[in-house]
């Protein structure tokens, strides 16, 4: 474990009893509430400083969304637990411009609010949404604000994700999961093709979280996933990549404490300098955290 205290940037906590997710309906792990205490309790040894809240696909349609709403219960969250620092929300950016009045009162409201994830993975179409117009001028309206915008796609969107960020070159932006890459399928030529391109645009970021989950879930083995962590810091170096938990989607696949285990090892020739720049420094600066 590291002998500092870490922040991590991944973490999700909801409750069915206060916003609707259709998405976890039906699931054992993940139908029933998570919350911050469930967070602490599954820490086990390892020592957090401060977390940042990542939002949780509430339910949303066309005519709106539970964006404030979300907000509103994460601030209640961390008045149980300081810790959580930083909140990236969900807003309608596919409405561009009308995306503002949302954005608007985050901004004014919520301070910890430092920036949006708007889910195209799960999108009817992911293409035509991520390089519409619309939710291009959407992104870049963050800037305005001062927030950051988060990328959450999988292995088979990234050709998406390489001709998206060509049109975004100011807002920083952050890649979640890796691009979740094709572990299980053993994508590993596609993943070092797709990362060397995206690190060229120096606005981008890459977070290093939820690989377990990208592999057998059941028998991946610490060789399943080391490839790509070398890969990620070939080409974003450690700078630009930020450790993250992905709490409690991990647990599909891992532990919280077995994580931070498996990154240690794979870092082993890191110094102390650089272990604390990819499991705080760096976090606590994209974030503009200020700690």
Sequence with gaps: MPDFPIIDTHLH???????DYTWIKGNVLFDRAYH???????????DVEAMVF????ADFSPRGGQYIEEVLFVENEARRDPRIKGIVAMAPL???RGAEPVLAE???KHPTVKGIRRIVEFDDDPRSLTLSDDFIEGVNLLEKYGMHF???????QMDIVREFVKHVPNVPMILDHCGKPGILEGALAQYRADVAELCRHPNLYIKLSD?????????????DLAPYIEATFDSFGIDRTIYAGDYPVCLQATTLPRWVEVLDRALEGFSRTELRKFYR???????????
């Excluded at 420094?281 to 700690?291: H, P, S, T, V």
Aim: glycine letters at 6%; proline letters at 3%.
């Design 106 to 108: 985050l901004a004014e």
């Design 94 to 96: 596919e409405k561009g």
């Design 281 to 291: 420094d760096n976090a606590n600066r994209f974030y503009r955290l200020g700690l």
């Design 211 to 223: 690989l377990p989950v990208e592999a057998d879930m059941e028998n991946w083995t610490e060789a």
């Design 36 to 46: 911050v205490e469930d967070y602490a309790r599954d820490l086990g040894d390892i």
């Design 54 to 57: 990542l939002e949780c696909y």
């Design 13 to 19: 906590i909801w409750d069915p009893a206060r916003l």
């Design 150 to 156: 988060e990328i959450n796609v999988n292995h088979t």
